[in-house]
């Protein structure tokens, strides 16, 4: 099951300062439109050279589970809830991970009509979600692209 870091996403509560801070701390460049998702995130893909480093994102709604996990991660010294929010891991075998994830009792979830991708239910990774990608996928995560 071999794995790669391949990008990692932080949520925060102004997708623009997000985006600023980011860009202007690490010398990131966007390499997409920021756009929403059907899950209620609204998200633009960072990185160097074309590849993707760093994905920040922000609830579109209050609805969402980003939201939800902002609202829970709240407290004197984090009174936005930001942080960091997912792992994506690319492997060379989605299917096989999947399964060795769930022979250890790991919750998958999955995207219906892509079989490239999946996550691990935070809740089994000590409330970081990781994104699962095979080997070869090319996608930028809930940025879109």
Same mark, same amino acid.
């Given at each position: 099951?071999?794995t790669?870091?391949?990008?990692?996403?932080?949520?925060?509560?102004?997708?623009?300062d997000?985006?600023?801070?980011?860009?202007?701390?690490?010398?990131l460049?966007?390499?997409?439109?920021?756009?929403?998702?059907?899950f209620?995130?609204?998200a633009?893909?960072?990185?160097?050279?074309?590849?993707?480093?760093?994905?920040?994102?922000?609830?579109?709604?209050?609805?969402t589970?980003?939201?939800r996990m902002?609202?829970?991660?709240?407290?004197e010294?984090?009174?936005?809830?930001?942080g960091l929010?997912m792992?994506?891991?690319?492997v060379?075998?989605?299917?096989s991970?999947?399964s060795s994830?769930e022979s250890?009792?790991?919750k998958?979830i +999955?995207?219906?009509?892509?079989?490239?991708?999946?996550?691990?239910?935070?809740?089994?990774?000590?409330?970081?979600?990781?994104?699962?990608?095979?080997?070869g996928? +090319?996608?930028?995560?809930?940025?879109?692209?």
């Amino acid at each position: 099951m071999g794995t790669n870091i391949k990008y990692n996403a932080v949520m925060v509560a102004d997708l623009a300062d997000g985006v600023k801070t980011w860009c202007e701390m690490f010398g990131l460049e966007p390499l997409n439109s920021v756009s929403t998702n059907q899950f209620g995130v609204t998200a633009q893909m960072l990185g160097v050279d074309g590849e993707p480093v760093m994905e920040i994102m922000t609830p579109a709604n209050p609805d969402t589970a980003l939201a939800r996990m902002m609202e829970e991660r709240k407290n004197e010294r984090n009174p936005q809830g930001e942080g960091l929010y997912m792992m994506c891991l690319e492997v060379d075998d989605i299917d096989s991970t999947i399964s060795s994830i769930e022979s250890k009792g790991g919750k998958i979830i +999955r995207e219906e009509g892509n079989s490239k991708v999946a996550w691990v239910h935070p809740l089994n990774l000590r409330m970081v979600l990781v994104e699962l990608q095979e080997k070869g996928y +090319r996608n930028l995560g809930a940025a879109g692209g």
